[in-house]
């Protein structure tokens, strides 16, 4: 069975950090990409950042380029979402969210797997990071 499982979310201070976690199982980890969303109240979900594992390619939205990193550690099968000068529009639930990354897919270019029509088959429960100002 597969399961994704965020964790970290929180209340934190404008310009302050939070490091949320996607806790993965049940797929072969290697084979994948993973990618973190976000949706607001009354806001469309939003891709933020993907890692294909394979090669540990990184893509980002520009709403967060520069503040956010993406990152994996295969040994514990989880990806990590470095979130850095948070802002009261990051407030949001936070989604991770994998799919297998084909070797076509990934000859296209990192960037496919954060494209709007590109679904994903399974999804965490979210985790709710709120940012004060």
């Known amino acids: 069975e597969v399961q994704l499982v965020e964790s970290g979310g929180g209340l934190v201070q404008a310009g302050g950090s939070l490091r949320l976690s996607c806790a993965t199982s049940?797929?072969?980890?290697?084979?994948?990409?993973i990618a973190w969303f976000r949706q607001a109240p009354g806001k469309e979900r939003e891709g933020i950042s993907c890692?294909?594992?394979?090669?540990?390619?990184?893509y980002y939205a520009d709403s967060v380029k520069g503040r956010f990193t993406i990152s994996s550690d295969n040994a514990k099968n989880t990806v990590l979402l470095q979130m850095n000068n948070l802002k009261p529009d990051d407030t949001a639930v936070y989604y991770c969210?994998?799919?297998?990354?084909?070797?076509?897919?990934?000859?296209?270019?990192?960037?496919?797997?954060?494209?709007?029509?590109?679904?994903?088959?399974?999804w965490g429960q979210g985790t709710q990071v709120t940012v004060s100002s």
């Open positions: 890692i294909t594992i394979h090669d540990l390619g990184t």
């Open positions: 969210a994998a799919d297998y990354a084909s070797a076509t897919a990934q000859a296209m270019g990192v960037p496919t797997f954060l494209h709007p029509q590109w679904k994903y088959d399974y």
């Open positions: 049940g797929f072969t980890f290697d084979d994948y990409a």
